[in-house]
């Protein structure tokens, strides 16, 4: 049978979501936030969602090409990156992996990218990642950095700890009238993060109220702000289904509050009430290079799925 590769289209988005769910069982991943994807550009961003059709419309692979805008390069150039491959388990063993990857190199490398990078996971978060990650070095990618994937069964929590003195945890939609407070954590909070693509630059606060503040996946019941005498020092944030998982989006506190035991504590609150709320699993990604966290989420019962590793090559190399 024929298949065919092009652009995602609206009619195309819960065929791909159910590839997504059977390819990537620790992403969140909903109609909703694939649609709104579609109907909300990034500013800083071009990004095509690449898909593999056969001739009856089944869509049995998937690819995400995205690039930083022209008017907005990192200090290393515009760096093209593809994401969230995923091929139906029918297919697997075929060339259609090197197929989806060709067309989304092509399309990075039309837009100007001047670098390329890729991920790929092992097959507890993404079947067939580790025939994916061949490919990647078989093209003259070479790994550049990890982030180790986490799961936790919510039953398996641990008891809270009582709050620390001074200490308030508030859902982040009491902000709604007021998110410059929440902008500034993840702009602070953000500049310390390890990673390659971390380059100290943050977007707008305008940009990130339309495409991060926005986003249908966030949760803002069970995300939440770390207050200490009344004044907003950390946050936990988290994106969910509405229905059985959750997604660490990030945690931090800032520089001046660390050492206090007050990401574990708030990760905890913010698990407890998922679990009351009949979510059953939650995931987490953890940059090799970060220590803290780590030790964190171990004591809260994470444990390891597989590492997710991020490719890179330059352009012609």
Not at 112 to 120: D, F, I, V
Not at 132 to 161: C, K
Not at 224 to 230: M, N, P
Request: proline share 5%; charged share 25%.
């Amino acid at each position: 049978m024929t298949i065919g590769i092009r652009s995602a289209e609206r009619a195309d988005i819960p065929r791909v979501l159910s590839l997504l769910h059977r390819t990537n069982p620790c992403r969140v991943l909903t109609e909703k936030s694939l649609l709104w994807r579609l109907d909300h550009p990034s500013a800083g961003f071009e990004e095509t969602d690449l898909i593999a059709v056969e001739e009856d419309g089944g869509v049995v692979g998937h690819i995400r090409s995205r690039i930083q805008r022209a008017g907005n390069p990192s200090p290393e150039g515009r760096i093209g990156l593809s994401v969230l491959a995923a091929v139906a388990e029918s297919h697997l063993g075929t060339d259609l992996a090197f197929r989806l990857l060709e067309e989304s190199e092509r399309t990075l490398v039309e837009r100007g990218a001047t670098s390329l990078r890729a991920e790929a996971a092992g097959d507890g978060v993404q079947v067939g990642g580790e025939g994916f990650a061949l490919l990647l070095t078989e093209r003259g990618y070479r790994a550049v950095e990890n982030h180790h994937i986490l799961g936790l069964d919510l039953g398996a929590v641990p008891s809270a700890p009582p709050a620390p003195e001074g200490v308030e945890l508030r859902p982040l939609r009491e902000f709604v009238n007021d998110t410059r407070p929440i902008y500034e954590i993840d702009r602070l909070t953000t500049a310390d993060e390890p990673g390659a693509d971390n380059d100290g630059r943050f977007m707008s606060y305008d940009d990130w109220r339309s495409t991060v503040w926005a986003h249908p996946a966030n949760d803002l019941a069970l995300s939440l702000a770390i207050l200490v005498d009344g004044s907003p020092v950390g946050m936990t944030c988290y994106t969910s289904d509405r229905d059985t998982r959750i997604e660490s989006a990030m945690t931090g506190v800032l520089r001046d509050h660390r050492g206090r035991g007050l990401a574990g504590y708030a990760k905890n609150v913010a698990l407890h009430l998922a679990r009351a709320r009949g979510i059953r699993r939650a995931y987490t990604g953890n940059h090799e290079g970060n220590v803290p966290m780590p030790a964190i989420n171990r004591r809260l019962g994470y444990e390891a799925v597989a590492t997710e590793t991020t490719y890179s090559r330059t352009v012609g190399g």
